[in-house]
C-alpha cells in the first residue's frame, strides 16, 4: 500500500530553504520554482518541483498525489517555472493514463525519495504506473 503524504516540519523547512535558492540563483539539475495561481484566493502560490524530461516532452509530476498544486495547474491551464532570475510560463494539459504511466515510472526511477508513495515498482511496466495516474496527477508542458 502506497503511503499517504502529510508536510512535517523538516519538509516545511527544506522547501523553503530550496525555494529561496531558486528564486536566486540557477539550481543545478532538473529542479524549478512552480508559481500557479490558486485556485480560491486566485493568489500566486509557490513550490518547488522536478521537471520531469521523457521522450522529448517535458513534464510536471505528483508523486504525492492531488497535492495543492497540482489542484490549482489543473484549474488555471498554465504554470510558471522560475530558475534564478529566468521565468517562463507555459501551459499545462493533463496526460491521460497511458501518456502518464511511462512520465510516473521514469520519475520514480529518477526520484528514490517518492517511491513510497507509488503501488508500482519501478522494475514494473508503464501500465502498472498508469494504473495509479488518478491518484498521481502528470501534466505535460506545452
Request: glycine share 6%; hydrophobic share 40%; net charge positive.
Amino acid at each position: 500500500m502506497a503511503r499517504t503524504y502529510r508536510t512535517t516540519l523538516a519538509r516545511r523547512i527544506g522547501n523553503t530553504v530550496f525555494t529561496a535558492a531558486l528564486r536566486t540563483v540557477p539550481v543545478p539539475g532538473p529542479y524549478a520554482l512552480l508559481t500557479v495561481r490558486g485556485r480560491v484566493s486566485g493568489q500566486p502560490r509557490s513550490t518547488p518541483v522536478r521537471v520531469m524530461e521523457h521522450d522529448g516532452q517535458r513534464y510536471l509530476v505528483a508523486p504525492y498525489g492531488e497535492v495543492e498544486w497540482a489542484l490549482n495547474a489543473r484549474a488555471a491551464g498554465e504554470v510558471s517555472l522560475r530558475r534564478g532570475p529566468r521565468s517562463h510560463t507555459h501551459a499545462v494539459v493533463e496526460c491521460a493514463p497511458d501518456e502518464a504511466g511511462p512520465v510516473l515510472r521514469a520519475y520514480a526511477k529518477a526520484e528514490p525519495i517518492t517511491r513510497p508513495y507509488f503501488d508500482a515498482a519501478p522494475s514494473e511496466p508503464p501500465e502498472a504506473f498508469a494504473a495509479e495516474a488518478a491518484r498521481h496527477p502528470v501534466f505535460r508542458l506545452v
